[in-house]
Every structure is written in C-alpha cells, then in structure tokens.
C-alpha cells in the first residue's frame, strides 16, 4: 500500500458524522472541538451525536457546523448498531462516516476522503486509527497491539484481501448501506458494526471497497488505562473472529494465535528440558523479526514510536493467548454492561 497522492480539487461529497457514546461527557467536547476546526465547507457536513442510554445527559454547545442528538432506538443485542442505524435514518448525506466519542480528527480529515472518493469512485472506505501518544508501559503496549493490528488491515486491503478494519474511521454510502440491508443477519452479536458491514461489502462488491492510506485521515484515540479494560477490550475485538466470512481472515487468526502459543509451548519444554535452548531462540528470533517488520513499516506510516518493544514482545504472546481462549467462550464488559458471545 502506498500513500494517496492529494490532488488539488473543489469537495464534491458530502458526510454525516455518526457518534454514538454512552457516558463519554469528558470526551465529547474534544471531538466536537477538534470537528470544529475542519477544514471542510460546513455545509458538507453534518454530525449526529446518539446516545446510549448515558447516566448523566450530554448537553450541546453552540457549534458553526450542524449537529443532531437523539437516544438511541434498540431493537437487538448490539447497542452500537442500533445507534448507528437510528442515526442513518435521519442522515441528510450521502456519505455516513462512523466514529468514537474519545477520538480527535484532523483538520483535513474530510478534504482527505473526499479527494480519496472523487479519484477511486469506491463506495465504503476504511481508514486509520491510531493512538494518542502516553507514557508507560501500559499505553506503549496497546500502542504496540494496536499498530500490529492497522499493519494487518492495511496489508490486507493491498493484497486486495481485506478482512478487517476500525469502526471509529469508517465511511461508506448511505445508499450502500441500504444495498447491505445494514447489520441484518448480525445484530445478535455485540459488536462488529464494522466488520461484518465489509464482510458484506466484500461479499456484493469487493471492487467498491478502499483502504484510504494517508497521515492525515488518520483518527486518533485513547488507549484505555487498566490491565482489565485492555483484556476486555480484546477480548470483544477477538470474539468477532470466530463470525469471519473471509478464509484469508479466519487463516490469519489461527496463524496469529498458533505463532504466539507455540512461543508459550517451546518456552515450557525448554524450562523442563524437553528442547533445546537454540530451538527456542531461532523461533523466537524468526517471531520477533517477522513482528518488527510490519510494526516498523506501520509506525512509520503513523508517525510513531516503538517504545518497551522487547518486553511487549515477551509479553504479548502470554496476553494473546489467554485473549483467545477467554473469547471463545467467556463474557466481558463493555460501556458498563456484560455481554457475551
């Protein structure tokens, strides 16, 4: 994947911005803020704030752009779907674009995508997500996780296999959402409001489908700060798997997990002297080399940095795999309610 070339051109689409939240009074005003200062005609654009059911009431600020707030109307076991769906049905644009309270956009956010429409004429256009910047080894190892993660997603979509992406940078036709018949045949599971949309965009029309590679369409969000809402978190993002329409995806999950528990299996053979120690370090070696190409290439492209890198990567196969078997058949929580597969 190579990054968009920007081309001097008159915005010619225009975009809801969908924002559900649930108890985000912290957050909000700084996305709203950062939305404000787009550089992006204001009557292109609208923002439809949907609330989840918050304990305490979001109150608007005045605002130069357009925006709406509704409760959100559910109808199944996914409230993020639900409020998404609500917000649709009131959208004036013909671009929906979701994205999360604790995020920030960048000025050019919008002037990116379009230009990106107007050279590809694709209809569903997934986009980069990356982390705030904290110190500590907590933030620098979801930093870590969470670059391994876009480096996958970008890589599939330019080997035109994509399987994945990130519901807090995700744009695609009003028109072709309908087409989808949105979230049907998915709203039982909790999450997954952007995956399984591009599983059934993949599915209708793969060529409609584009990875917008750029620094400055790129979303950023805060990394969580407790061991327990990281597991949690991963745990949600790794419960999806198992519902994959895409062999290429399901294949790329069962290598992922495969790799790290193997690194777990080798480092106890070795500790009961079943293996040799240079068995252990060429497989670790070769995991760690492999690991660093495509988190070096990823940070690169974000403008990041790879700190606590040796520890996470001694770390992560541990957390990984303790993710993956607790996703199969355990429950977690999220927005302050349990859910389970």
Known sequence: ??????????????????????????????????????????EHF?????????EEKFQIQSYKYEITLLDNIRKSNSPKKDAIETAINIAKHDWIITTDADCLVHPNWLLILDNYIQQTHVKMIAAGVAYLEKKGFLHAFQNLDFLSLQGATIGSFGIE??????????????????????????NNIASGDDVFLLQKAIKKDKKAIGFCLHQESIVHTSSVDTWKKVFFQRVRWASKSTE??????KSVAIIVFLANLFWI??????????????????YVGVKCIIDYIIL??????????????????I???????TVAFYSLSGKYQWKGRTFRR
């Open 161 to 186: 296999e994509p399987f994945m992406c990130n519901g807090a940078n995700f744009c695609y036709r009003k028109d072709f959402f309908f087409e989808l018949e949105g979230f049907q045949n998915n």
């Open 296 to 313: 070096l290439q990823t940070a690169t492209s974000y403008q990041s940095k790879l700190r606590w890198l040796l520890i996470s990567m």
């Open 265 to 282: 299996i080798f480092l106890m053979l070795h500790l009961l002297n079943q293996i040799n120690t240079n068995y252990l370090l060429i």
């Open 46 to 54: 609208e923002v439809i704030l949907v609330d989840d059911d918050s």
């Open 315 to 321: 770390v992560y196969p541990i957390f990984s795999t």
């Open 244 to 249: 994959y329409h895409s062999l290429f995806g």
């Open 1 to 42: 994947m190579k990054t968009i070339t920007i081309h001097e051109t008159t915005p010619k689409n225009s975009f809801s911005i969908i924002i559900p939240f649930r108890n985000e009074a912290q957050n909000l005003p700084q996305l709203l803020k950062s939305i404000s200062q787009l550089n992006f005609p204001k």
